[in-house]
């Protein structure tokens, strides 16, 4: 590289200065030999006038010219010469220095006179290298004027200026003219040694000879540059500031623009103007997203809207509010007195009332209807003084046309009567309650969840030729006892469906009950107008044998019994054919029994003759065999009775009503309101708080005694009369069967918590039964320990349902 | 053509083993179309064998795969298991159990409620309070009326000898203990086991035939000595007691009694020497121990039981309910279910079950639906076989010779299949 050939040079120059300190001859030859680079410089700068040439040429031109670079003795006298001269001359020589070098175009030279702004354009990045290296020349020129005494330092400020122009510069680093080549490190590190660093040629720099603190005085002293000489790490040199250095730091210190010739109010050249072109600067399109407003922002102001709105940032004046407020804190007693208003209105924000829509009456063209005629125009006319209560408050008028409807004369008026109404009427929120009515419904278990029940058509008992009305089981659960219009009374076992005993009766069998006491295997069959005490002999003998010892001889009682009793019932013994059926006992009523049913200790009997009036109940005790009446009035049509569970309680079903007496105290305690035509049969829940009554008018109403005196819920599931009822002792199951042949199984939940109510949930409907003479299910009992339900039907089977 | 396409490409791999050596395969694996039958892989199989054994005459088998008869296509099979049907299937074959053959049908004047068969014998409890001993090519032996209840359960005292005597039980709240030989015109109640409240339902003989137990609807297990002597004298005492018809007879009392069920008892057998399995209308098996006279375990269910039945050879309890499904259990099983295997095909209550003696996978079942039915437990979708016949409720059935499957019912007969993999 030519350059660096140049640099090498340079330096192995100033070495020779540094050897020959006090020699001028060489001191000049330097000189000529920074000219010859100069001319060097100038030379290739003319030949650079002329753009096109290519730059290797440029470089063969000065290799050519580095060779004959110490013949030009002439050019470099002249140089001389034109230093010698002021200042003036000087800008003159820029000037001329600045046409020479065509492409310069440094601004820092054309400060001056500003010349240069057309040469702008012709700058040149190749060029300002070169540029810079005249302006170093320049500088050395300025040097010169100092003084023959400082050639040196002269020189070597020189150098460094090159060196650093050099870092100025746009170059890369490999150009760079550093003579020491240790390169960008602490210079301290060579304080130990003797040398410096190393140069091109891998030779030491050696330090140059130390001054001694008395050198360093005197020096002070002496030297009227003192001030502006620095020590140059790299090389160890004193070097002298110039002017320009000088005048640079002064610019730095002074916060100003280091370059002089910088031109700060330089004029203003718009390069996007305010006004509209009818090209865009840019080739796109405006984006879309640029016309669409910012979701983004929307939210985030919705969102700071919201805050400002629940207060939950203030503005200023709110927190100087606040702050102010601050000062001294006093509670409010009651807080209501000082809550703001304004949250208030944005809390509950009550709209105005909206205005009615016009009608037919206020078009310009109404119907006839809607117009007055003479007796309405009267009465509108009446109420002049109280125009409130007019139905319209203007008559109403028929015009051709739109055209021809006047002004409205009242307008002004109705407008402020509505601000007056929206100003002076206070508005307040009505709350209004909106219950759906699915939601009032209670939410029902799934039927999943509450099994055992009944699902499925197990086993059939057929038998009886004729419908069968009443059935019953034993505790156990294995024997099951029906009473039919074919006047038998046959026990079946329930597992296998085998008929184990047929009684044939004289009469149609209407109700039968095995006795509850496991210690007596009694039956009781209510057969015509007889009620007959009957011991099936299954099950275990020994309290079957037990029970024919204790009926066996009737107690002979003093007590006589009432002329009223008497008529009513006749206690018998059972005859020689009779007892061998297993009649223990035969009472025969003065009318005919419908239903039978025993106390829960299985001593009492309770007997309805629905004909009876005053004497349709009847209670027997079997152990005494006798029989009372407890009612001396006629109450209505006795139903069905039943015993309490637990308590000496007796409830009578009318056609009506279901009543409730004590047995104890003789009272009635409770009168139940069915609120239906009939009430066919009803049961008791095992835990004796709720009762199931059953009508003919196809209801089944549920009782909670303890709740209220109606039904606690009236269950219409059934198309026709429901005829039969019953819980299970064990499960929360109760059952229907109704002469619609379906038989509905329901869970009936009571808990045992007396503040919840009891849980029914209809569950299953079953229909296998056939209908005959309309009838379809008589009785319906549940088995008593498994989730099985056993019906009765008219068509003269039993069938049993297990889960 | 383009089905057949379609089940030429779908192969599956698949490997027979049997555990029969008579009929044995090289272990090789086969490509088989997925959706091949249990007839076509009989026919495939066959071949095989004609191949490998001059085997003069086909047989029926019957394929296992993953533990279960194939009796869809073996693809579903597979599917139904999620099972891989890229691996090798490996298909284990039995040879099918012949169809029983119905043999003969026993008239009674009443409906059947117990019955055992013991060699040839086929001893039967009838409704009309007697006991009647037939043989299986259906001559009538004896008829015995002892009781004055229907009969609702009989044993044999001795497994496959009658000349043990037998045991029947009956709702007149007895058990009577008979000794018969097979040369005698009528047997001879030996003594009367005296000591249940209600009905008694069921008996069941301990497998060394020195106890029986007896169970009904007091909900109590009695334990009784089974000894034909009179004077065995180990119980603690006798009582002379008339018989309802003057005859004399020998009163038993109960070893013990051991209470627990609370509800009828309808199902006893006598799971080892000292083991008692009884099940219950109460919705319990219960396990006792006949010698500590304690509850060994015990299994609730959901439906009250209506009969049990336990296998010496696979140690499981068979048993239905009041209901139309038939439930494995297995006692022994600590974690999750003890009911392993649902086997629903009967419409009605299933009221009798009991395992076979000679094959731990074949039970059969009699059911309200008026269907026996012959099962294996390794098919519980579908029975085996349909023993029909019956023309009412099937209240009892037995397969305790191997040879015979007896069943009786409402229908007032007995029904014996012979079982022809006996013959």
Redesign the interface.
Known sequence: MPKERLKRKISGSEKQVEDVLEKQKEEDEDENLWNVVNDDEEDSSDSDGDIEESEEEFKIESDDENDEDHSNTDDEEEEEEEEEEDEEAETDDDEDLSEKTVGNGLRDESDVDGSDNDKISDSNIDNSKHNNDSTNQKKSKNTKKQGLKNKINENKNETKTVIEDEYADYDTSDEEDIRNTVGNIPMNWYDEYRHLGYDWDGNKILKPEGQDQLDAFLKRIDDPDFWRTVKDPQTGQEVKLTDEDVKLIRRIQGQKIPDETFDEYAPWIEWFTSEVMKTPIRKFPEHKRSFLPSKYEEKKVEKLARALKMGWIKTKEEQDKLRAKKEPQFYMLWQTDDQADEMRRIYKHIPAPKRHLPGHAESYNPPAEYLFDEKELKQWNKLKDSPWKRKLHFVPQKFDSLRKVPAYSRYIKERFLRCLDLYLCPRAIKMKLTIEPEALVPKLPSPRDLQ?FPT?L??EYVGHSDMIRTIDTDK???YLVSGSDDCTVKIWEI????C?KTIQTDAVIRSVKWCPNSSLSLILVASGNKVILLNPHV????VCNKTDAVLKDAPTTDIIISERVRTTVEWREPEEDEYAKGYRAVLTHFKEVTQVTWHGRGDYFACVMPDGQNRSVLIGQVSKRRSQLPFSKPKGLVQCVLFHPSKPFLFVATQRHVRIYDLMKQMLVKKLLTNCKWISTMDIHPGGDNLLVATYDRKVLWFDLDLSTKPYQTLRLHGTAVRGVSFHKRYPLFASGSDDKSLIISHGMVYNDLMQNPLIVPLKRLQNHKSANDFGIFDVHFHP??P?VFTSGADGTIKLY?? | MERMDQSAEAQLQVRFVTKQETYAVPDVPFSVPQNIDTSRLNKLLNELLRENAELLKPTEFDFLVLGQLLRVPLIEHLQEFNESIEATVEIEYVQRTPAPEPEDALLHDDWISGIQVADKWVLTGCYDQTINIWTTRGKHQVSAREHTNIVKAVCWLKQGDPSGGFVTVSHDLTGIIWKWEPSEEQPKPVTVLRGHERGIDAVGVSSNSERLATGGWDTYLKLWSASLDVEDCYEPFHKKIRGVQGKATIARTPLHTLKGHKESIVAIQWSESDTICTASMDHTLKLWDAELCGLRNEVVAEKAFLGASWSPLSRTIITCSADRHIRLYDPRSTEGSVCKTLFTSHTLWVSAVTWSQHNEHLFMSGSYDECVKLWDTRCPRAPLYDLSGHEGKVLCVDWSNPKHLVSGGTDNSVHIFKNRQFN
């Open positions: 055992p499925v197990s086993l156990t659960g294995q597992n296998t469906g085998r184990l099950g275990d003998t020994l320990l498994q099985w297990s889960n």
